[in-house]
């Protein structure tokens, strides 16, 4: 099953800005599929946060950003807040006939 | 709105379905998945079956046991799973289908149910 690889865990004190990079391949991201990103708090399910690389869904704070490179995306929380803290997934489409999510990242307010 | 049923403790070789109650959107017009969390691990793609129920997939690890499907006239998501393992072992997430580019997303999700496959 492919994968795309995030880092597990990123940390920083509130206010600061934290970077999660989502790594992909040629056949997904490469590839030319959208990535998507998610906020799972803990205990409760998976709540969308990035749309196609860039677009915020309504309600969702706009310290909240993503971007793409090449075979990678990231996203970035700009203004670090304690309400942040949570796991956080890409997302995409390989062309394997799969949907495929990136291995999380557990963001820590110090 | 996507609502949650099924679910429990299955004794491995047993089976399960799980079901998804729709509200709030026009259910036959969605494609909807199944994503599923092993307890302190990731998310895992399940299952996909297309807005008409005319195309389904299936992730590797449960393609032959498993099988998505859906009743529009209920506004119901359902997925049967049959000769379940421990691996199977995970919070199961039922999710509708968005896309406005070449990947769909996943929005709104279910508040998930515990599936444990133990002796």
């Known amino acids: 099953q492919p994968v795309l690889t995030q880092p597990p865990s990123v940390s920083g004190a509130p206010g600061q800005r934290v970077t999660i990079s989502c790594t992909g391949s040629?056949?997904?991201?490469?590839?030319?599929?959208?990535v998507h990103w998610y906020q799972q708090l803990p205990g409760t399910a998976p709540k969308l946060l990035i749309s196609v690389y860039t677009n915020r869904p309504s309600g969702v704070p706009d310290r909240f950003s993503g971007s793409k490179s090449g075979t990678s995306a990231s996203l970035t929380i700009t203004g670090l807040q304690a309400e942040d803290e949570a796991d956080y997934y890409c997302?995409?489409?390989?062309?394997?006939?799969?949907?495929?999510f990136g291995t999380g990242t557990k963001v820590t307010v110090l | 709105q996507l609502v949650q049923s099924g679910g429990g403790v299955v004794q491995p070789g047993g089976s399960l379905r799980l079901s998804c109650a729709a509200s709030g959107f026009t259910f036959s017009s969605y494609t909807m998945h199944w994503v599923r969390q092993a307890p302190g691990k990731g998310l895992e793609w399940v299952a996909v079956?297309?807005?008409?129920?005319?195309?389904?997939y299936y992730a590797d690890s449960v393609k032959g046991r498993f099988t998505i499907s859906r009743d529009n006239s209920k506004n119901t998501l359902y997925l049967q799973m049959n000769s379940l393992t421990a691996e199977d072992t995970a919070v199961y997430f039922c999710a509708r289908a968005y896309s406005s580019g070449t990947t769909p997303w996943f929005d709104p999700w279910g508040q998930g149910t515990l599936v444990t496959v133990s002796s």
């Open positions: 040629s056949s997904n991201i490469g590839a030319g599929y959208d």
């Open positions: 997302q995409s489409y390989d062309s394997s006939l799969s949907y495929v």
């Open positions: 079956i297309w807005y008409n129920g005319s195309q389904k």
